[in-house]
């Protein structure tokens, strides 16, 4: 399965796990830990109510 996520597309089968790294960002690290890519968000709300729905879908198929 294919997520777009940051500037990506990137394979869900490829992501170890996605992380906050602050109150604004997620960020995707590969099965090795190696840095995918990130994205950026206004709030921590927004962030936070991302990265779960993130969790949810790729979090559904592995």
């Excluded at 921590?44 to 198929?61: F, R, T």
Aim: with cysteine; charged share 25%; net charge negative.
């Amino acid at each position: 399965m294919f997520i777009v996520f940051g500037n990506s597309i990137i394979n869900a089968n490829n992501v170890r796990n996605f992380a906050m790294i602050n109150d604004t960002t997620i960020v995707a690290f590969g099965i090795n830990g190696d840095y995918i890519d990130s994205e950026k968000y206004e709030t921590k709300e927004e962030c936070e109510k991302s990265l779960a729905k993130i969790n949810d879908i790729v979090g559904g198929i592995m």
